[in-house]
Nanobody, 121 residues
Framework: QVQLVESGGGLVQAGGSLRLSCTAS????????MGWHRQAPGKEREIVAH????????YYADSVKGRFTISRDNVKNTLYLQMNGLKPEDTAIYYC??????????????WGQGTQVAVSS
């Protein structure tokens, strides 16, 4: 399996930017479809963005379209989430997730430990 470690969270004022990183180790990162999810206090975890194993077909939740960009560097084994125009409602713990193994053609479900993002108004 693959081990995932998020970083880059922090406290930022509304309108500011952060870049989250998710570094993978273990099995080859480039074989996995990857996503960013978040969970705000008292709310269910929701998907924020998703990207295919080869960088294709990015998906964004409506709430972050035009503000967040998901990308990956398969040489550095790292997934990124560039977050611009942050709003207080973006405050949450952000998790990266591997959900599909393209080498085996099957769904997987690997998670990192999360990184806290707090946006002040």
């Amino acid at each position: 399996q693959v081990q995932l470690v998020e970083s880059g969270g922090g406290l930022v004022q509304a309108g500011g930017s952060l870049r989250l990183s998710c570094t993978a180790s273990g099995r080859t990162f480039s074989r996995y479809d990857m996503g960013w999810h978040r969970q705000a206090p008292g709310k269910e975890r929701e998907i924020v963005a998703h990207i295919g194993w080869n960088g294709g077909t990015p998906y964004y939740a409506d709430s972050v379209k035009g503000r967040f960009t998901i990308s990956r560097d398969n040489v550095k084994n790292t997934l990124y989430l560039q977050m611009n125009g942050l709003k207080p409602e973006d405050t949450a713990i952000y998790y990266c997730n591997a959900d599909y193994d393209s080498a085996q053609g099957k769904a997987v479900d690997y998670w990192g430990q999360g990184t806290q993002v707090a946006v002040s108004s």
